[in-house]
Nanobody, 124 residues
């Protein structure tokens, strides 16, 4: 199983970035896809998840209304659209897969597969 993130980079405060997570080898229809982030000196936190198979979405309060998660079964890809970026959004962003339906944002300990991450930097 592989999860490969892309789309990170430098954005200005108030700007947007769209992260992609291309998966392979995953039973994509059975996998909830989540995005986590980890800033220097901080724990990895779950910020968004789209549950499988019900497609219910969950967001952390810190990103609700600004970030939007999506997934495409045909492309076996998930995206995280990030709008109105803030300096505190700067972190390494990780894509994660968890088999089974989720009823809340997953914890890092519950993740079955991780991507290697993509760096997001936000200039003030």
């Amino acid at each position: 199983v592989q999860l490969v993130e892309s789309g990170g980079g430098l954005a200005r405060t108030g700007g947007s970035l769209k992260l992609s997570c291309v998966t392979s080898g995953l039973a994509f229809r059975d996998a909830s896809i989540a995005w986590f982030r980890q800033a220097p000196g901080k724990e990895r936190e779950g910020i968004s998840c789209v549950s499988a198979p019900d497609l219910i979405q969950y967001y952390a309060n810190s990103v609700k209304g600004r970030f939007f998660i999506s997934k495409d079964y045909g492309e076996e890809t998930s995206w995280l659209q990030m709008n109105n970026l803030k300096p505190e959004d700067a972190a390494v962003y990780y894509c994660a897969a968890i088999y089974g339906r989720q009823s809340r944002l997953p914890q890092a300990s519950e993740v079955h597969f991780w991507g290697k991450g993509t760096l997001v930097t936000v200039s003030s």
